[in-house]
């Protein structure tokens, strides 16, 4: 086993030259017990930044069990940035980062980890947001897995309109009257609704705001004169 394990390291270091100056992705698959190397396309437009092809990832797990994720850091050392450490503890899965200074392979391995708790998160957008937390509820508590989007910092300043543009694929509708567990939408800081929130029994909101720990907060006056949409799950 260590010795195909030091295939994979050695066909993703391999990978992460081949794809330098970008950042390389790819999986390790087991198949029938035995690990594989499976190298994917990056998706990101930026170049110290990996976006994983959505259909790569799924004909990887239609080969195997996937054992960990590995992505490169040209130029620099494994260790892992804020947010790696944010999307690695997002995934629940393992990762290895494969460090490339003069053309010196090094490596960092992080360990699957279990679920984030929902309340007192530190926030990195894209990766530990206000989505992430919607998500991470309807995983948890109610064992739905609703889709991922790619955000880029600030869209809401950009033209962006991504929670409206998006909440009818991940199986949402409008509602009037919000429920245990609905979502609700607000524009803090711009015309644009750039907030999501669990509403919760009791007139409570579990969101995660921008430079703020995850939590449970009241729905106030505040909060309601920035609300533009109350959402429900249909699937």
Known sequence: MTELLNKCRADAEAHALAEYPRESVGLVVSMRGKPSYV???????????FILHPEDYAA????????????????????????DIASHAVSRMAWWIVGLQDGIATWHEMPAGGEMPLEHRVFV??????????????????????LDFYRQDDWWHNGGDLYVENFAKAGFVETKTPSNGDV????????????????????????????????????????RERTTHFLTYRG
């Open 60 to 83: 990887a797990e239609d080969r195997g069990g996937i054992i960990a994720v590995v992505h490169s850091h040209p130029d620099s050392g494994p260790e892992p940035s804020l947010h």
């Open 125 to 146: 957008h894209g990766s530990i947001d206000c989505y992430t937390l919607i998500r991470d509820y309807y995983r948890q508590e109610r064992g739905v897995e609703l």
């Open 39 to 49: 190298p994917c396309r990056n998706q990101s437009e930026e170049p110290d930044h």
């Open 184 to 223: 609700v939408l607000m524009a803090i800081g711009c015309p644009t609704p750039c907030h999501g929130a669990i509403w919760l029994d009791g007139d409570v909101l579990l969101h995660h705001l921008y430079g703020r720990l995850s939590c449970k907060e009241v729905y106030g006056a505040a909060f």
